[in-house]
């Protein structure tokens, strides 16, 4: 098994631009979930989906954000308009008997 | 609410000595536990978890964490680290099994 794999693994952008982030979890894996990791706030959840259904969105930073679950093979986190506070590691993680598999993330510079 | 404290940002330690990496939780239900590792510039991976039973619980790569309900602990130990156990590692716990909260991470650093 490939495991969850995140694209792209490294995004540098300018302020103001649409950046998208793409995962594709474990097949049979019914939840997906997004986290943001940085050094200030740590690891937060973002949002979760159960069977393609967004459960909590509550971790959201704000309306610049959004997340699609289109089918049980891929998943979307879009940032727009971008700011230089959105810079993190974002990882995808999809869970199977109580345990989260996660990509190696994507680490987003938004200058 | 739930939250996860990990006392300790950084532990330096030397190689083959033992380790103890500190988490307590706080949460007015009970819970499921976890030990996760992050190698650099790697997703995290699962050491080991409690969900029921044994309080001691052994994972991989010679770790172990003991449930301390009275505590509310759930510390990670091992007897002899390498050089290979430097990562940072996240206790992190849910009581939905989908909701999971982490802590903020403590960074093992083995010296050789």
């Known amino acids: 098994d490939a495991g969850v794999i995140q694209s792209p693994r490294h995004e540098v952008t300018e302020m103001g631009q649409e950046v998208t982030l793409r995962c594709k979890p474990i097949?049979?894996?019914?939840?997906l979930f997004w986290y943001r990791q940085t050094m200030m706030r740590g690891l937060e959840l973002l949002i979760y989906?159960?069977?393609?259904?967004?459960?909590?969105d509550s971790g959201m930073p704000e309306d610049r954000f959004s997340a699609k679950m289109p089918n049980a093979s891929f998943s979307t986190l879009k940032i727009q308009p971008s700011e230089p506070r959105d810079s993190a590691v974002y990882f995808c993680?999809?869970?199977?008997?109580?345990?989260?598999?996660f990509g190696e993330g994507s680490r987003l510079t938004v200058l | 609410a739930q939250s996860v404290t990990q006392l300790d940002s950084q532990v330096p330690v030397f190689e083959e000595a033992p380790v103890e990496l500190r988490c307590n939780y706080s949460?007015?239900?009970?819970?499921?536990l976890f030990w996760y590792v992050q190698y650099p510039n790697q997703g995290l991976q699962l050491l080991l978890k409690?969900?029921?039973?044994?309080?001691l619980v052994k994972g991989i790569n010679g770790f172990e964490a003991e449930f301390n309900k009275s505590q509310t602990s759930f510390h990670l130990r091992k007897p002899s680290v390498h050089i290979s156990d430097t990562a940072e590692y996240f206790c992190?716990?849910?009581?939905?099994?989908?909701?999971?909260?982490f802590g903020p991470g403590t960074r093992l650093s083995v010296l050789p």
């Open positions: 993680a999809s869970l199977y008997t109580g345990e989260l598999f």
């Open positions: 097949s049979g894996h019914n939840s």
């Open positions: 989906f159960n069977n393609n259904v967004p459960i909590d």
């Open positions: 949460s007015s239900v009970s819970v499921y």
């Open positions: 409690y969900l029921s039973g044994s309080t």
């Open positions: 992190a716990v849910t009581f939905t099994g989908q909701n999971f909260v």
